[in-house]
């Protein structure tokens, strides 16, 4: 069975502190992305990695990919209440169907 | 680029009737539309693959006779809900492949559903 877990599912962490997210998966995608989502929204596309070894960072969050251990990270760095929200990964399926799955998701509070 | 609409946000229904939400790709063309629920504090569940031009593909334990699946244009696909029931009442979201080189897939804002 193809699965995508995330850890930890909850976290909650003081602002100002650093974090990771970890995202492993029993695919073989060579691709992975990261999403957010706030409470009654859609998601929100954070992160597209492409290939082994992407890093990508976009203000205080970074996120990278090892294909070879099927591991992505999600870092959080000095944490800010605005960044309080569930996070997913998603990789694709190996079927060639185009389909996602989607990682249990992790939901963060930022603890002003 | 890459924005995709739904309409309605939110929509409340009386038991055993349809509800018809619509998914479009507003500035590329998307042969291939996804269509998700989710649950209070839960993951994204995939009901099905959308297809334009031919018959949708749904995932197991997915009642395609009551979630029916139109993607009659590359900008457009439809799902209805028929004869909704309380269980029925979820959020729906879908989303568009674009870029066949990257897989990826672009969201919509999602659809409230709420059946009384």
């Known amino acids: 069975e193809l699965k995508v877990e995330q850890n930890p599912l909850f976290l909650s962490m003081q602002e100002g502190k650093n974090y990771t997210i970890y995202c492993n998966y029993s695919?073989?995608?060579?691709?992975l992305y990261w999403y957010r989502q706030d409470p009654g929204k859609s998601l929100e596309s954070l992160f597209v990695?492409?290939?082994?070894?992407a890093v990508k960072q976009e203000g205080r969050l970074m996120a990278s990919l090892d294909t070879k251990a099927r591991l992505s990270t999600l870092h959080i760095t000095a944490a800010v209440h605005d960044l309080s929200a569930t996070y997913f990964c998603a990789v694709d399926s190996d079927s060639g169907t185009y389909k996602y799955i989607f990682g249990t998701g992790t939901r963060l509070k930022v603890l002003a | 680029g890459a924005v995709v609409s739904q309409h309605p946000s939110r929509v409340i229904c009386k038991s055993g009737t349809s509800v018809k939400i619509e998914c479009r790709s507003l500035?590329?063309?998307?042969?291939?539309m996804f269509w998700y629920r989710q649950f209070p504090k839960q993951s994204l569940m995939l009901m099905a693959t959308?297809?334009?031009?031919?018959?949708?593909?749904?995932e197991q334990g997915v009642e395609k006779d009551k979630f029916l699946i139109n993607h009659a244009s590359l900008t457009l696909s439809t799902l209805t809900v028929t004869s909704a029931h309380p269980e029925d009442s979820s959020f729906y979201i879908c989303?568009?492949?674009?870029?066949?080189?990257?897989?990826?897939?672009?969201f919509g804002p999602g659809t409230r559903l709420t059946v009384l």
């Open positions: 959308s297809n334009e031009g031919s018959k949708a593909t749904y």
């Open positions: 695919t073989t995608s060579d691709r």
């Open positions: 500035d590329f063309q998307a042969t291939t």
């Open positions: 989303s568009a492949r674009r870029d066949p080189a990257y897989n990826e897939q672009f």
């Open positions: 990695l492409l290939s082994n070894g």
